[in-house]
């Protein structure tokens, strides 16, 4: 079976949709994860709510959605971060708050483990960017892949080696263990612009991280539009 696995969406419908569109046109994705960050930063939130509860199977809570609904302090997110997070938490109706609260911080689902930041410590919100912070976490689960977000960067991991993500689909060796950061469909931030996730057939453990091209004028401009700082719109023209 074909699943689709997004993360950090961060209220950005445009890429959202895009995304959307791309996994209808590849036509055989029967099961759909989000690993959490729906909102934060973008225009978008409660659309993005909305989209991400018909679409994904599971979704998993993210330090913005923590943040938002007040789970999670919001001290240590940067000023724009923070200004981002308030100007959400005013679109949001308590049914919008109540549907974040109830979010998991990881699920195993077809052996497979879902979580934000990483297997270990989910409520830590840690990062895992490259290889040497994935090498702490592979006792952290037991399944043979864990997918996770958070960092907004992609990254395929193996216990002894990092997997370049970028030239085509991956082959998974089955008495192998894999962390996979999907990246971000809203705000990438590892200087590509394009949004980002991943498919994995589960049955061949063919992996694939994907990367498209959306209106990221469209999303800066709504972003620029609610008054939040500009800073946010721009940073998606540049992937950072
Ligand atoms: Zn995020």
């Given amino acids: 079976m074909k699943i689709a696995i997004l993360s950090d969406i961060h209220a950005n419908l445009e890429a959202f949709e895009r995304c959307e569109q791309f996994l209808g046109e590849i036509g055989d994705i029967e099961f759909t994860a989000i ?70 911080y990881s699920e195993s689902k077809y052996e497979i483990l879902f979580t934000h930041g990483s297997p270990n410590d989910p409520k830590e919100w840690k990062y895992i960017f490259n290889w040497f912070d994935a090498l702490d976490e592979f ?46 469909i809203g705000q990438p931030r590892d200087g590509d612009p394009r949004l980002s996730f991943a498919v994995l057939d589960t049955t061949s453990r063919l992996l694939e991280i994907i990367r498209l091209e959306y209106d990221v004028e469209a999303a800066r401009n709504k972003i620029i539009e609610t008054g939040m700082p500009e800073y946010l719109g721009n940073r998606l023209l540049k992937g950072k």
């Fill in 35 to 104: 690993l959490g960050d729906i909102v934060g930063y973008g225009a978008d939130p409660v659309l993005c709510i909305d989209k991400a509860k018909e679409i994904a199977g599971v979704n998993i809570i993210g330090n913005h959605d923590a943040a938002v609904i007040g789970t999670s302090d919001i001290t240590y997110f940067n000023m724009a971060a923070r200004k981002a997070i308030l100007w959400t938490r005013d679109q949001l109706n308590d049914e919008y708050c109540a549907f974040l609260k109830g979010l998991p």
């Fill in 139 to 184: 006792h952290g689960f037991d399944e043979t892949v864990c997918f996770v977000g958070h960092s907004h960067v992609p990254g395929i991991f193996e216990e002894s080696e990092t997997i370049p993500h970028d030239a085509g689909p991956v082959q998974l060796d089955s008495a192998k263990k894999y962390i996979v950061n999907v990246g971000s």
